[in-house]
Structures are given as structure tokens and as C-alpha cells.
């Protein structure tokens, strides 16, 4: 009998492709270039992704993932969402 001991969604590094495309992703979220997302861009972002989220679980979903509460996620925190996301 083994046991692997890896639950299935295990949490890892990022692989520089993963960061790679990441960055390329929230370069595009970025509409105004400022290197943040603030809330409209990521209500664009969801539309982009054919998400429909109600607004106000919008608003939830990005005080989130906005870890320090600047009203903007800037890419640690995008990539930190996308490494916890499920
Ligand atoms: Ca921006
Ligand atoms: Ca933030």
C-alpha cells in the first residue's frame, strides 16, 4: 500500500511559463497601463472571461483578492489569486 500524501489541488510554485502568461494576462486586464487592476478592470476581466458575476459578489470577490486593501491588485496579489484560485 502507498500512500502519496499529495492532496490533488497540492499548492506549488509557479512555473515561469505559468508567470510568464500571468503577467501577459494582467497586462491585458491593465487597461490604462498603471500596473494595478482597479475594480473596473476587473469587472472587465470577468466579463472577458465569460464570468457572470453579480456586482456586488464583483465587489467581494476583489476585496479578496486585494490582500492589502489599496483598492487595486497588483500582481502579487493577481498572482496569488490565480495560485489559490479553485
Ligand atoms: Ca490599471
Ligand atoms: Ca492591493
Known amino acids: 500500500m502507498s500512500d502519496k500524501g499529495m492532496p490533488p489541488?497540492?499548492?506549488r510554485p509557479l512555473t515561469n511559463d505559468e508567470i510568464a502568461d500571468?503577467?501577459?494576462q494582467f497586462d491585458e486586464c491593465d487597461a490604462d497601463g498603471d500596473a494595478r487592476?482597479?475594480?473596473t478592470e476587473f469587472s472587465q476581466l470577468?466579463?472577458?472571461?465569460?464570468?457572470e458575476v453579480p456586482l456586488e459578489r464583483r465587489?467581494?470577490?476583489?476585496?479578496t483578492i486585494d490582500l492589502d486593501h489599496d483598492g487595486a491588485i497588483d500582481r502579487a496579489e493577481f498572482m496569488e489569486?490565480?495560485?489559490g484560485a479553485s
Open 22 to 24: 500571468l503577467q501577459e
Open 9 to 11: 489541488r497540492a499548492r
Open 81 to 83: 489569486w490565480w495560485r
Open 46 to 51: 470577468l466579463e472577458n472571461l465569460g464570468s
Open 37 to 39: 487592476i482597479d475594480f
Open 59 to 63: 465587489r467581494s470577490h476583489f476585496d
